[in-house]
């Protein structure tokens, strides 16, 4: 894009901001401090490097658009190019199964940090850092539904042995890489039938949670999350852990919560609970996707959903509370599209929140005007905050507007469509 009409467009744009009492040249230095955790599973469907299994646990990629990454050196170039066509400096979110075993198989129980060292150089040369997240799923050992609830005592002990080798990959990712590391832990044990005991299986996760958790680890390398669901394909009638399982567990624990947009009822949306999770607690992970109809975890995009998240961190002064991570993953259009699309979506959010007047939106409300704050509202939709997302990703050496989408055809057709 000509940079003498992206910086036209914005010395207006600045202008007519100013009027409403906004600093645009404050919000983009303050935007350039926001890192967005990538997910690495968008790169391949959540397919992962540790053997041939399919996708269990209830999370389905639906689409088979040519080109997914088929080797960790392949999924992190991938994810080079994606971060060449964003703004900003973010971070990478990789999944156990997604280790480097030098075709050895190694078992979940048994994972070591070695078997990541690949992914923590190449984060260091790229000047990231990474988050990380055990893998309780596409394994024989969940096939049955269980994991860290389960009833034999053998699968139980594989799966706290799991959490346990996990957390120490993440306290390492975050010693070398002097950033610490949020190791997320989601499960997907539930029943798909309603079941006559709710509250043994949940009695169990508490004991195995507490026996993954009992080592201290030095919150600068690592921080452990715990993720809720309402429903998984095959666990429709009953999730052991619940909202109120894991937000209950987070505050007796001092835990992150994670909140993911898709596990919730349709009609709930994950903005209106930041503010009340976070008087009780210091720090939560956001699981930033789209669920249509059902937890689908389409492509993030500019929804009334994804504002009022932005919205929510930026007003509410959450950003230094809040760990912002992406969890879709399409399989039907160009993978390194979609990454993209939803992670510009998710960081042009955040700045069009920074750059709201909302010490003027308050006051409105504070008087009582609610009819000014309404008009107010509705005509900040109409601002040209595009001009202002063009300038910044020009600024940060990104593609701005959609001249991304030239990149990422010609890394098509370089690239992707040589992968059969
Ligand atoms: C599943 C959860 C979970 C996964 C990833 C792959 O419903 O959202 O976060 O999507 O761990
Ligand atoms: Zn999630």
Same mark, same amino acid.
């Given at each position: 894009m000509d940079r003498g009409r992206v910086e036209k467009a914005y010395a207006l744009a600045k202008e007519q901001y100013a009027g409403f009492g906004v600093d645009t040249d404050a919000a983009l230095k303050r935007l350039a401090t926001v890192p967005i955790s990538l997910h690495c599973w968008q790169g391949d469907d959540v397919? /992962?490097?540790?053997?041939d299994a399919a996708l269990s646990g209830g999370i389905m990629a639906t689409g088979?658009?040519?080109?997914?990454?088929?080797n960790a050196d392949e999924l992190r170039g991938d994810v080079e190019k994606v971060l060449s066509l964003l703004p900003g400096r973010h971070r990478l979110n990789v999944h156990a199964?997604?280790?480097?075993?030098q075709g050895r198989p190694v078992e979940r129980d048994a994972i070591e940090p070695k078997h990541f060292q690949g992914w923590i150089d190449w984060a260091k040369d790229q000047g990231i850092g990474m988050d990380f997240n055990p893998t309780y799923f596409s394994h024989p050992k969940a096939d049955d539904g269980f994991?860290?609830?389960?009833?034999d005592e053998g699968i139980r002990r594989f799966w706290v042995d799991h959490g346990i080798a996990c957390r120490k990959i993440g306290a390492e990712m975050g010693r070398q890489l002097r950033s610490p590391c949020v190791t997320n832990f989601w499960i997907p044990d539930g029943y798909k039938d309603v079941p006559v005991d709710r509250k043994g299986p949940r009695e169990i996760l508490r004991r195995s949670l507490d026996e993954v958790f009992a080592e201290p680890i030095d919150p600068a390398r690592n921080r452990d999350s715990v993720e809720s669901k309402l429903f998984g394909i095959g666990s429709e009638s009953y999730v052991v852990g619940s909202h109120e399982f894991y937000l209950g567990y987070a505050v007796a624990n001092k835990k992150l919560l994670c909140l993911d947009a /898709?596990?919730?009822?349709?009609?709930?949306?994950?903005s209106d609970k930041i503010s009340s999770v976070l008087t009780f607690l210091d720090e939560i992970l956001l699981h930033v996707s789209r669920g249509v109809r059902?937890?689908?975890?389409h492509v993030v995009t500019a929804t009334d959903d994804l504002r009022a998240i932005a919205e929510e961190l930026v007003r509410g002064d959450y950003l230094g509370r809040v760990h912002i991570g992406l969890d879709f993953f399409d399989a039907s259009i160009n993978r390194i599209a979609a990454w993209t699309i939803g992670s510009r979506a998710m960081i042009r959010q955040l700045l069009v929140a920074m750059i709201e007047p909302t010490e003027r939106l308050r006051r409105m409300e504070i008087d009582g005007d609610f009819t000014s704050r309404l008009a107010m509202l509705e005509e900040l939709?109409?601002?040209?905050f595009g001009a202002v997302w063009d300038y910044y990703c020009l600024k940060h050496d990104a593609p701005a507007g959609i001249e991304w989408m030239v990149e990422a055809k010609k890394y098509e057709s370089d690239v992707l469509s040589r992968r059969v």
């Open positions: 397919g /992962g490097f540790e053997r088979n658009y040519p080109g997914k990454a088929r199964i997604y280790l480097e075993n994991t860290l609830s389960h009833r /898709g596990h919730f009822h349709p009609t709930e949306t994950i059902w937890d689908s975890d939709k109409a601002m040209p």
